[in-house]
């Protein structure tokens, strides 16, 4: 019978051999992977248990909570405060920081979450997931902050994320490359994959919301115009166009078979760097991209070198096949250049 790595003999070869998973972080990562099964089983019961719809509720961001949205918080904060391993947690549905309390022990690991990623996505039936990245407590050793928290993505100790979809689906980052776990149902158990996931450098298949296009800034335009111009147009190929509206689910296509994904500024809400969320969706998901031989950029600058100012801070995000997120970061320094040479 075919060898078959479970995620717990992933991590204990990783702890053993390189040294790269402390036991701490190990625990972590597999409750969280524990709660990411909850999670499932919440997910596929639909219509049939009392998790679909509206939960009559805002987060911080203003944005109408779905009830699995506050369901699957509630899993990984309950799954995670007792087992000694975090000194706090952050999530997209919690205004502030959760700090363990006092009759738990407190571990030296934070975890960052968006526990429901693509909540547009649940009624309909289309694949949703869970995003998470872990940090590692720095500084004062009494007590935690957010401030805590404000660290660079590049000092993440692990990242990933659950898909929920036609497979259930845990994609994993300690740093050491990216492995991917499917859920057996028949054993309930994660079973690796895949190893060494690897993000081809070129490709063909962009992923952005073109209802948007009108207010993207002028690199943005300038590169999606180039691609839908095809054969013809200067790149001299054609693309082809995905959007899944759950950035898991985008993210996931991009690690099988390569892309590019982006959520730009865009003028509506000038204001804002973009829509998604640096700490807990950006961050975690260019660990992986470029754990995967990907690059991921806000336009600008590399997402992981970004110092956060705030817990819930958006940023623009481009993200994917290595070639094309250069493309798209000249096209703005090339903007830049003549907005400077013009003044
Ligand atoms: P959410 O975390 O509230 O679900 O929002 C984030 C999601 C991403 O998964 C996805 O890429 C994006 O929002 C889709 O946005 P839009 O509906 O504007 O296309
Ligand atoms: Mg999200």
Redesign the pocket.
Known sequence: MKHRVSLTQYLVEKQREDGHIPGQLRLLIEVVARACKRIAISVNKGALGDVLGSADSENVQG?VQKKL?VIANEVLVEANEWGGHLAAMAS?EMDHIHVVPNRYPQGEYLLLF?P?????NIEVNVS?GTIFSVLRKVGHTRGVEEGDFLQPGRQQAAAGYCVYGPQTTLVLTVGDGVAMFTLDRETGSWVQTADGVTIPEDTREFAI?M??QRHWAPPVQRYIEECLAGKEGPRGKDFNMR??????A?VHRILSRGGI?M?PWDKREPDKPG???LMY?ANPMSFIVEQAGGAATNGRERILDIAPRRLHERVSVVLGSKNEVRRVTEYHAAEADSKTAAA
């Not at 959007?243 to 898991?248: E, G, L, P, Q, Y």
């Open positions: 944005e949205d997209e968006d429901l990623d693509g909540s547009s949703i919301n209802s948007n959007w899944v509206a759950s950035m898991v985008d994904f959520y829509k998604l969320r969706e």
